[in-house]
Structure formats: C-alpha cells, structure tokens
Nanobody, 124 residues
Framework: VQLQASGGGLVQAGGSLRLSCAAS????????MAWFRQTPREEREFVAGIRWSDGYYADSVKGRFTISRDNAKNTVYLQMNSLKVEDTAVYYC????????????????????WGQGTLVTVSS
C-alpha cells in the first residue's frame, strides 16, 4: 500500500487549501481514509476521516474542513477553508481496510498505512 499526499503550502489566515492523497496497491473503496496532523511540539492528532462516503471530523475543524473521496481516482481530499494559524502542521493521510474495525477510527495507532506528509503553513 502506498499513499502519496500533496497540496500543502503557505497560505494566509482565512484562506483555503485542498490536500490530496493518492493511494495505490489497494481496493480503495474498501478502505477507511483519514487525515492527521502533527507539529513538532505535539503528538499526531486526528483531523478528518471517511468511511464509504461518510465523513467525520475533529471538533477543531468541523464546519471548516471537508473530507471527500473519488474512488475512480483512488484519491481522498481534504478541503480546508477559513484556515487559522493553529492549523499549521504537517498533514498525513492514513488508510485502513474498513473490515478491520466495526467503527472508523480516530486513533493514529489504529491506522496501518501512512503517507509521507505535506506541510501546511498558515500565516497571520
């Protein structure tokens, strides 16, 4: 399983970015996908996840971020709007076969496959 994240960059507070994560080596539609983020001072934290077409979010991003997937392209997206300085982090995509867990996870330790990370920097 390979995950390739892209789309990070520098943006001003209030702006938008869209992250992408392309998967290969998997039957993509049968995988839970998620985004996590990490700063140098903090542990990796859950941002958003999607099982089938149902998204779920951390409270800190609810209403601002939207996760979606295109199974034909084996890609999951994270649309980030109204970005804040505190959203600055390295963002990672993660994947798990949906059959592994009864409910989709928000715990980094429960995801088996990870992308390399893409840096998002939000300036004030």
């Amino acid at each position: 399983v390979q995950l390739q994240a892209s789309g990070g960059g520098l943006v001003q507070a209030g702006g938008s970015l869209r992250l992408s994560c392309a998967a290969s080596g998997v039957t993509f539609s049968r995988y839970d996908m998620a985004w996590f983020r990490q700063t140098p001072r903090e542990e990796r934290e859950f941002v958003a996840g999607i099982r089938w077409s149902d998204g779920y979010y951390a409270d800190s991003v609810k209403g601002r971020f939207t996760i979606s997937r295109d199974n034909a392209k084996n890609t999951v997206y994270l649309q980030m709007n109204s970005l804040k300085v505190e959203d600055t982090a390295v963002y990672y995509c993660a994947a798990n076969p949906s059959r592994w867990l009864t409910l989709p996870s928000t715990q980094a330790g429960e995801f088996a496959y990870w992308g390399q990370g893409t840096l998002v920097t939000v300036s004030s």
